[in-house]
Every structure is written in C-alpha cells, then in structure tokens.
C-alpha cells in the first residue's frame, strides 16, 4: 500500500516564526514530491514541488527531500495569519499517480 | 488562463438518485484526475486519464461508480444509484504529462 504519512496537528505557531511540516513517504521508487495549500471551504492550491535531495526555495517557503530517509518537508519562514491552512504533502510514484497525505492543519497565530 | 471548471459546485439530491459531475480540464493538458475528499480519509484518487484514455481506476470504491473523458476537454464522474455515504467533495484536477496537478474548486456533494 502506498502511504503518505503527516502529522496531522494542528500545528500552531505564533506571527513571524518559522513554521515545519514533516511527511513522510513509504515507496522509495517515489519521483515527485509537492506541498499543497488548501484553505477550508477550497481547492488544493501547489506551492511548491522538489524532485531531488536537498532544498528547493521559493520565497518564504522552502521545501527539503531526503530520499535515504524518504522524508519531506517544509518550512514557512516569518509566518503570517494567512498562512493558516491545512498543508497536504503528494508523492508521485511513477510522474502521475499521486498520494497525498491527510494533511496537516497550520494556525499562526497574531 | 482559464483553470479547471467543475460543475456543478453544490448539488444535494436524494439516495438512489443518478448524479453526474462535470469537469472541463485547462486547455493543453493532457491528463485528468477526479478526488474525492472527506474528513475521515482525507484525498483519495478514484481515477485519472492520459491523452482521455483511463489509466488506473482502483480508486473508484464501487461499480456505482463509472467516469468518462470522452475528449481532450470534458469528462464526468457518475453515481448510479447515489448513497448518503457518497457524500463528499469532489475535485477534478488536471495537468500537462508528469507535471504537477492544477485543481478545479470542486464539487460539494450531499445526498439526503
């Protein structure tokens, strides 16, 4: 069974500190790996995807891969209160059949 | 751009009933996926399409259950008969090959 595992918190962190969302993956053939944004009431929304060991930075967001560990993650530099969502992690197991884990619910608070 | 349109985006009917999704894919991508989404099991695949031909179906829980992609730019999902326990979100998502998934804004389902 492929699995997608997340803490699925809630995680909460006060304004301006850095948030770390952790997942972790079963099928070490695994290719493709993505962070989604989902807001309650809305749809999945891609912030950020990493394909190689080692960081991929975008902004505030900065995603981190180790394949030996089969463990990602992201981190979410000087947090706002409109980062408060819930953060799902998707593994790509052959580029196209995606898992997502359950998600992890995030709340900064002011 | 226009992204991925479902519809439609609420619709409540009753058990047994047939119901039918919608799902307009953006232009140029060539591969579609329908989730469903509840709180007990979060995003689950039920099936996705290459080039409109169906490529893993095991996500598909019943045999009520049956999806369409009858070109580049339409697909369905249908519930035939509906049950309350199908009741859920469902998002189509679509992308270029191996690409990350752009998604629709889903369809809230409830069957009374």
């Known amino acids: 069974q492929k699995e997608v595992e997340q803490n699925s918190g809630p995680l909460s962190v006060p304004e301006g500190a850095i948030a770390s969302l952790n997942c972790t993956y079963s099928?070490?053939?695994?290719?493709?790996f993505f962070w989604y944004r989902q807001y309650s009431g809305k749809s999945p929304e891609l912030i950020m995807s990493?394909?190689?060991?080692g960081d991929q930075e975008d902004g505030r967001f900065t995603a981190q891969l180790n394949k030996a560990s089969q463990y990602v993650s992201l981190l979410i530099r000087d947090s706002q209160p409109s980062d408060s969502a819930t953060y799902l992690c998707?593994?790509?197991?052959?580029?196209?059949?995606?898992?997502f884990g359950a998600g992890t619910r995030l709340t900064v608070k002011p | 751009d226009a992204g991925v349109i479902q519809s439609p985006r609420h619709e409540v009917t009753e058990m047994g009933q047939e119901v039918t999704l919608r799902c307009k894919p953006i232009?140029?991508?060539?591969?579609l996926f329908w989730y469903r989404q509840t709180m007990m099991r979060g995003l689950e695949l039920l099936i996705y399409?290459?080039?409109?031909?169906?490529?893993?179906d095991s996500g598909m829980p019943e045999d009520r259950f049956s999806a369409k992609m009858p070109n580049a730019s339409f697909s369905t999902l249908k519930i035939q008969p509906s049950e309350p326990r199908d009741s859920a979100v469902y998002f189509c998502?679509?992308?270029?090959?191996?690409?990350?998934?752009?998604f629709g804004d889903g369809t809230r389902l409830s069957i009374l």
């Open positions: 998502a679509s992308s270029r090959l191996r690409q990350p998934q752009h």
């Open positions: 099928d070490r053939g695994s290719q493709s």
């Open positions: 990493i394909y190689s060991n």
């Open positions: 998707a593994a790509s197991y052959n580029n196209n059949d995606m898992r």
């Open positions: 232009s140029g991508h060539n591969s």
């Open positions: 399409f290459n080039n409109n031909v169906p490529i893993d």
